[in-house]
């Protein structure tokens, strides 16, 4: 069985339609190289081993922080938020995010 998307994707859509399409497909790729020439203006940092484990470390700690909060912002557990957000130098009162 062939795959109809890929032999014929623009199956049952207009000529005019079409035509926007190709338009709107060229125009995103032409900015994604317009974004890839930009300079890259980052610089190196040349650290010690103890000092790259220490902020891979704090990197590491901050994503399970932000983790911890967007599961208690689901479950709408706002004093674990600011308990969470406190422990990563926030300081907010916890508030109930339901009306």
Known sequence: MK???????FTGISKIHQGKLWILLALGL???TAMANEADNRLVLNLSK???????????????????ILGALAKDDMATVAEQSKAQG?????????P
């Open 3 to 9: 795959n109809k998307i890929l032999t014929k994707p």
């Open 30 to 32: 032409s900015t994604m």
């Open 50 to 68: 103890p000092q790259r484990n220490h902020v891979l470390g704090e990197m590491r700690s901050l994503l399970a922080g932000t983790q911890t």
């Open 90 to 98: 926030f300081n907010i009162k916890p508030k109930s995010c339901k």
